[in-house]
């Protein structure tokens, strides 16, 4: 079956009538069910998973069969946070306040959106004068840890952070099933 060209394609195909009618075929048996979540920043402080002290993140979605990653970063602290580098693109908007990496001379500040090339590494900041600092991230494949001359320290993937939300969310009475909801 031959896909319409879309550029060519009529402004209003339809009705306006006919547009408010819903797809009448079932979807994808294989297509798993979507994620909604009303309010991303949650009210029960049990969702955020430590990572370290005044470090905490918020899974959206751990897709286990893409290798990828969704979740808010939470710190409430200024240092370096860590040193990484990851093999696949890194997508970042900032929820509030701001941080910047080391090797770069820019700020993320809060309304701002970074991408962060596969390969590089960097070294993630929070400046005293932030209070608190809450970032989306979208991250494909993995942080690589490394030290100043990029040894290896640790790695962080998507089955890392599964296991470790199901250890949290069983700690602090939420279920370890809890997570099973952000996984796809």
Known sequence: ????????R?????SADQARI???????????????IPSVIPEDDRVWVPQQ??????PLCLSATRGYWVNLLKVRKSGVLSR?????????????????YLEHDWVAQEG????EAPGETHTLVVDAHVEEM???????????????DGAVMGYEDVF????????????????????DQFIR
Request: proline fraction near 13%; hydrophobic fraction near 35%.
């Open 112 to 115: 701002g959106y970074v991408y």
């Open 22 to 36: 819903p797809y009448r075929h079932p979807q994808p048996k294989e297509s798993p069910p979507e994620i909604v």
């Open 160 to 179: 890392t952070k599964i296991d470790l939300c199901r250890r949290h969310y069983a700690e602090a009475g939420l279920g370890a099933d809890f997570v």
């Open 84 to 100: 990484h580098r990851h093999p696949q693109p890194v997508h970042g908007y900032v929820l509030k306040g701001s941080w910047r």
């Open 10 to 14: 009529p402004k209003t195909p339809e």
């Open 53 to 58: 002290p005044n470090v905490w993140f918020r």
């Open 134 to 148: 809450i970032t989306l991230f979208q991250v494909n494949g993995a942080m690589i840890y490394v030290d100043p």
């Open 1 to 8: 079956m031959a896909l319409p060209d879309l550029a060519s």
